[in-house]
């Protein structure tokens, strides 16, 4: 399987990142096991999870999602062979949160001894701290380097201008420079992706790991009215959605589906992968069929009127004549 580089760090990742975000949440340990086999033996082997994964469970505490990924990989023996992507910062409980140096150092122990690793791959500031100065945040990670306890740093969440001020800030003080950036992005989502980071990425060369990919499931098309919205836990989510742009999105992905016997969630991402400045979007999966269906989605190669039908169905300016051809 063709890989992609993060950014400038060197690391070879797939086409596909899986979201363990489910970990611990809506899927059990043993069920983990057996999608993280299956993502692993297609070829695929980024993972991305959070220290914050599942807190907002009742009677979770948050690291539960590492701590399943950690059993995992030392029931494989597989360290090597993965990519395995946390993060810190974000609010777990009013204590535990933000960029500070002092809780970045604290919190990589926790995350290094769930994971049941020595070195995690690609370590993310989850969300931006406005009160934390990028320069404490990076010289923390630069410390963190030094030791290899992680290879690489990532930004998530965060506007173009504060991540052009942190890339000026490593440059300016000979820090360590964010290789990778997660935004929320996917054929629904793509403005605040676009509009400006997009371009940042491109000038920097760096690595983009973007998340909701599904839409939370929206772009898999099996919410089709309000009578769908119990079929999910994320079901109650999914009005927003139905938009003019939302029913579009959903006639063209069906049409291309279609065309390539194929599933809507498969196009979805194939149209994310086919992306220049996208490395690998982020998926979930809960059970051994939807996993199926990441997989094949890496394989589905669209063609360049596929991309444009899709581009013209989720665009903001919506172009009939366009949408036609």
């Known amino acids: 399987m063709k890989k992609k580089s993060l950014g400038n760090s060197g690391i070879e990742v797939g086409p596909l990142a899986f979201g363990g975000n489910v970990f611990g949440w809506t899927v059990d340990e043993k069920t983990s096991f057996q999608l993280l086999d299956a993502f692993t033996e297609a ?3 980024l993972i991305d999870t959070a220290d914050s994964y599942s807190s907002w469970v009742p ?4 690291g539960e999602s590492e701590t399943i990924i950690g059993n995992w990989v030392k029931s494989r023996g597989n360290r090597d062979k993965v990519i395995i992507a946390t993060k810190v910062g974000w609010e777990i409980t009013p204590e535990r949160k933000g960029l500070r140096k002092e809780y970045i150092l604290k919190s990589v122990e926790g995350s290094l001894k769930r994971l049941q690793t020595d070195y995690i791959d690609l370590y993310q500031s989850h969300v931006d701290d406005a009160s934390t100065p990028f320069q404490e945040t990076l010289e923390a990670y630069q410390l963190l380097l030094e030791q290899g306890k992680i290879r690489a740093i990532g930004a998530s969440n965060i506007k173009a201008n504060r991540l052009k001020e942190a890339l000026a800030i490593s440059k300016d003080h000979g820090l360590p420079s964010y290789q990778t950036l997660q935004p929320e992005y996917n054929l629904y989502n793509r403005e605040g992706f676009e509009h400006e980071l997009e371009q940042v990425v491109k000038e920097h060369n760096i690595g983009v790991i973007s998340y909701y990919a599904l839409a939370s499931g929206f772009l898999t098309g099996k919410y089709r009215s309000p009578a769908d919205f119990k079929k999910s836990p ?3 989510g999914m009005q927003k959605f139905f938009t003019d742009r939302g ?3 959903l006639a063209a992905l069906d049409l291309i589906s279609a065309h390539h016997q194929a599933t809507p ?3 979805s991402l194939a149209w994310l992968i086919a992306r220049p ?6 998926a979930s999966a809960t059970s051994l069929e939807q996993v199926q269906d ?3 989605a890496t394989q589905l190669i669209l063609t360049e009127h596929d991309i444009m039908r899709l581009d013209t169905a989720s665009s903001y300016s919506y172009d009939i004549a366009a949408s036609l051809q």
């Open 43 to 45: 070829g695929l082997n």
């Open 59 to 62: 009677g979770n505490q948050g």
């Open 234 to 236: 994320r079901g109650g």
């Open 247 to 249: 029913v579009r999105i």
């Open 265 to 267: 969630a498969q196009v």
């Open 277 to 282: 400045s996208i490395t690998a979007p982020i």
């Open 294 to 296: 990441l997989i094949k």
